[in-house]
């Protein structure tokens, strides 16, 4: 199956924070979803549960990118929707996206 990544606003301006070479890898492994095969991969990638289900995480050393799947004409979807350290990734993503979809 046909698959595109797509990233945020946010994805982009955090990931072009980091120094050279360090954005270069992880722009490099947020495009290699587009070849990941939708099934789990601990460590590096992992489906999120409880508030955070539906959704799946990247790790990337110390960063990680949230994203969620989805399929538009026949093309696998994988949308790039928040990324930071993990220490604040998913706190953040929680009080800022999930609360504008329950408002």
Request: proline content about 5%; aromatic content about 10%.
């Amino acid at each position: 199956m046909k698959s595109k990544v797509f990233w945020s606003a946010q994805v982009r301006d955090y990931v072009n924070s980091k120094a050279p070479e360090p954005r270069r890898a992880l722009w490099r492994e947020i495009k290699n979803l587009a070849s990941w095969d939708g099934r789990e991969n601990p460590p590096r990638i992992r489906h999120l549960e409880d508030e955070l289900s539906g959704y799946s995480r990247l790790r990337f050393k110390r960063d990680r990118v949230l994203f969620r799947e989805a399929n538009e004409r026949g093309t696998r979807i994988i949308k790039c929707l928040h990324a930071g350290p993990r220490s604040t990734v998913y706190e953040t993503f929680q009080e800022i996206f999930l609360d504008e979809l329950t408002s």
